[in-house]
């Protein structure tokens, strides 16, 4: 005789389980298992750190490879990811969804703040190797105070961001001084940094950092341009600004070559590499460190500004940055005429 009592209690926990999600085939708890070691193999070949910061990385693996296996859902699989790579207590390290919930790495801060002078540009859609599609930003404009203003949501795109950044350096001859706003601009291509920074030094063999890698240092050179620019630059950066522009306005700083406007950057500034892992997930890493012009280990630490102004909202016009960054440039070139 059969028991349809026991049969029917055992389809519903079939049914109830997958429902929930908590369901995985063997073929998706290997990919998970091969995304794991992936993982903890890349971390462990590429940190710049042979001691890994003081965490036992073999201890770590040994941790948390079981839970993998044992995991119900993709979600909790990229939990216990996460758990293992936040050890290390260093940023640009996660692991990100692709497919249709695939987002933006947010070891780095979003970019949902945007300035009032910026919020004129037209946005445009960029991607970069594996990363979503993005939205940038780019806008240049001379104000009415004769100070030319350059503003950049990210680094990435360099061909799209030459062609606004160029004119608005041209105009700039005739200004005043230069503005550049890199506030809640999250990084991008670090190769950007010395791309825009090569047009503001005199002499050569100076370097915005290094980035120091196992075994390896590279450093940020700057090659300067057959005509700078040589006029008083102000770059303006908050909480939001981070690793490229970290590198930017964190190297021109120490080189005596801007003022810094604004609050504290993220100390988000280690390089950083993105991975497809094999169950489709995607793996940011950092593969090296990074030390400014001056010796200032900046992650964790930030850019702290030369003159500190908060922006408190609804970020309207006036921008008391903007402000406090056009007072320094009309009073450096005053002093010059005097």
């Given at each position: ?10 389809l ?50 040994d ?67 594996n ?38 350096l041209e ?5 005043d001084?230069?503005i ?24 050569p ?134």
């Amino acid at each position: 005789m059969i028991d349809t009592t026991r049969i029917l209690g055992t389809l519903l926990v079939l049914v109830s389980g997958c429902a929930s999600g908590q369901y995985m085939s063997d073929t998706r708890r290997q990919q998970h298992l091969d995304s794991f070691d992936e993982v903890w193999k890349i971390v462990h070949d590429t940190h710049y750190d042979p001691a890994f910061n003081g965490v036992d990385w073999d201890k770590a693996r040994d941790e948390f490879r079981p839970r993998i296996a044992s995991a119900r859902t993709d979600e909790q699989v990229r939990s216990l990811m996460r758990q293992m790579l936040a050890k290390l207590g260093l940023s640009h390290y996660g692991i990100y969804p692709s497919g249709p919930d695939q987002q933006t790495p947010s070891s780095t801060p979003g970019t949902g703040f945007v300035p009032p002078l910026g919020r004129q540009s037209v946005i445009e859609p960029v991607r970069f190797g594996n990363l979503p599609e993005m939205p940038l930003r780019c806008h240049a404009e001379l104000l009415p105070s004769n100070v030319e203003y350059f503003y950049l949501s990210l680094f990435l795109s360099p061909v799209k961001v030459q062609r606004i950044f160029r004119p608005s350096l041209e105009r700039a001859r005739s200004a005043d001084g230069m503005i550049i706003d890199l506030r809640h601009n999250p990084g991008g291509i670090g190769a950007m940094a010395m791309g825009i920074g090569n047009y503001f030094v005199t002499r050569p063999d100076q370097k915005l950092g290094e980035m120091i890698q196992r075994g390896m240092t590279l450093r940020f050179v700057l090659n300067p341009q057959p005509d700078p620019y040589t006029k008083p630059l102000a770059i303006l950066i908050d909480e939001g600004s981070a690793s490229t522009s970290e590198i930017l306005a964190g190297g021109l700083k120490d080189l005596g070559r801007a003022r810094i406007f604004g609050t504290r950057s993220a100390g988000m500034a280690l390089p950083s590499l993105i991975n497809k892992l094999p169950n489709g997930d995607i793996f940011q890493y950092a593969v090296a460190d990074y030390i400014s012009a001056a010796g200032q280990r900046l992650e964790g630490q930030g850019v702290v500004p030369d003159e500190i102004v908060e922006y408190p909202p609804p970020y309207e016009l006036p921008d008391p940055v903007v402000e406090a960054a056009v007072r320094w440039i009309k009073s450096q070139t005053e002093n010059n005429h005097d």
